[in-house]
């Protein structure tokens, strides 16, 4: 905070250098009390020299007061916004360039819609056909559509005679198959229990050659039937897999068979349905569901046609084209939420902006000296010799905490300036309070507190330091109003001699 100040003739003269005691010795008088033992000071024996008075001291007086509190912002379009598109594609066109002016609805990009135009032409051939069925059906059906139906049920049955006579041929197929399969099998295991006795023989004889009970001859002549019986057995076992592939086949078929009778059967099923319903005429709850068909495909028209309206990318609102991030080709995704910063990925095609306006923190402390409408000057490094003027506009209701520091973020409208300043830049603000008029005011530095009272310390009769209560108002940068307890012309201390301390006094 900044405070102008215009002195009197009457009051404080010339301003003093405050020493170090300032922040160490009597700004106790902002929170820290002296404590309940008091504190009094360190007595000297003789009273204060009055040159070293005049230099301890200043008088108290009146000064007009006005608020002028100090901040730094930035400045930032009123309204700004990244825009993407609403589903993912690639885009065509970029109607716009960084810099140039649009209103609310101007086109700015087009994405990608040939599948779309292809939907949409389906759709519309659906909507069609549905309307041309219900106008049928408010007319009604005549003989030809009665004939036609008749025929569509012939039709069908002849188709069911024939699917039937292909699930009786494929059925045969499958008997004859596993008859097949179970004479295999009979030869397989009449194969393995012949090469189980053949083993056995030879398995028992060849012990009898060893003895020479029999001759070789006779071995050689039961080691080849051993070997004729499992080549049998591997010709019985091939024709079995060979019986059951040709079994799994027929099956095949015969399911294929059956399905095909079952699908006519169902086209036959409908066919009668529909010239049942043909002869009966049209029943209410038809014209019911051709009207909801009709309904529905015009609703699919108008979602497509809201689909293709949306790969249009428009400007929400008027403004001018801060930044543009996509050129055509390029694929561009939807964000997930609204974005408003100053960069963008492949999520955005361009930035809006909108108007101009100042945001800065104002520290709490000074918070309560602002409010809407409030007079602001503003000045900016890039034009040093001007100062532009703005209202305050918004003073956010919640505060805000950086590095442990509490602000308030506040928004000025700019009145003047607005062909000059620049999107980004950094400004100086000062915000104009109200004046106090001419107040009774004493150093800030002067306060003290004693025992939870407020007060200064005041030459005595030997102009040595005594507390004196006040009454005090408004505190305002480094002075603070004085409301009672002094009067103008008396003398405050602001500093103490070089020897003098605090120190701890039973009172």
């Known amino acids: 905070m900044h405070i102008t100040r215009h002195r009197s003739k009457t009051g404080m003269g010339s301003e003093r250098k405050v020493s170090p005691w300032l922040i160490g010795a009597l700004c106790l008088g902002l929170g820290l009390g002296l404590g309940a033992a008091g504190i009094g000071l360190a007595r000297r024996q003789t009273g204060l020299p009055a040159e070293e008075l005049e230099r301890l001291t200043v008088e108290v007086g009146r000064s007009p007061l006005s608020i002028k509190i100090r901040a730094n912002g930035s400045v930032v379009p009123v309204r700004s916004v990244n825009l993407s598109p609403k589903n993912a594609g690639r885009l065509v066109k970029v109607l716009v360039n960084q810099g140039d002016i649009v209103a609310a609805g101007d086109p700015i990009a087009e994405m990608e819609s040939r599948d779309l135009n292809a939907q949409y032409l389906q759709a519309k051939a659906r909507q069609a056909q ?276 509490t602000s308030f973020q506040v928004r000025v409208a700019l009145t003047t300036g607005q062909e000059q300043l620049r999107s980004g830049m950094n400004v100086d603000l000062v915000f104009i309070g109200e004046s106090l008029g001419s107040v009774l005011v004493v150093p800030t530095v002067a306060i003290v507190t004693r025992e939870g009272q407020r007060g200064v310390l005041v030459p005595d009769r030997k102009n040595e330091p005594e507390f004196q209560p006040v009454e005090t108002g408004t505190t305002i940068g480094d002075e603070t109003q004085i409301l009672s307890g002094v009067e103008v012309g008396e003398r405050v201390f602001i500093d103490l001699p070089s020897d003098r301390r605090f120190q701890e006094a039973a009172e």
């Open 130 to 405: 549905a309307e041309a069925r219900l106008q049928e059906l408010r007319a009604g059906e005549t003989d030809l559509v009665i004939d036609q139906g008749k025929e569509e049920v012939r039709q069908a049955q002849a188709q069911l005679g024939v699917e039937t006579a292909v699930v009786r041929e494929a059925q045969a197929s499958v008997t004859e198959a596993q008859a097949g399969v179970q004479e295999a099998q009979a030869s397989v295991a009449e194969a393995m229990a012949q090469l189980d006795l053949a083993r056995v023989q030879l398995a028992r004889n060849q012990q009898l050659k060893a003895e020479g009970a029999i001759s070789t001859d006779r071995l050689d002549e039961l080691t080849t039937a051993a070997n004729r019986a499992a080549a049998n057995l591997q010709r019985t076992q091939a024709s079995l897999a060979r019986a059951q592939t040709t079994k799994a086949r027929a099956e095949t078929a015969r399911d294929r068979a059956q399905a095909g009778q079952a699908q006519a059967q169902s086209r036959l099923d409908s066919a009668q349905l529909r010239l049942q319903d043909t002869q009966n005429g049209t029943r209410p709850e038809q014209l019911e569901q051709a009207e909801a068909q009709v309904i529905e495909t015009l609703g699919q028209v108008q979602a497509i046609e809201i689909q293709k309206d949306d790969s249009i990318l428009r400007a929400p609102f008027p403004g001018i084209i801060t930044q543009r991030y996509a050129d055509p080709g390029a694929f561009v995704t939807p964000t997930t939420s609204a974005s408003s910063t100053a960069s963008a990925t492949s999520t955005s095609v361009v930035a809006l902006a909108q108007g101009l306006e100042i945001r800065a923190n104002v520290p709490e402390v000074d918070i309560t000296n602002i409010r809407p409408g409030q007079i602001v000057e503003v000045t900016a490094d890039a034009f040093p010799e001007a100062t532009f003027l703005g209202q305050v506009r918004l003073v956010s209701p919640e505060a805000v905490q950086e590095q442990n520091v």
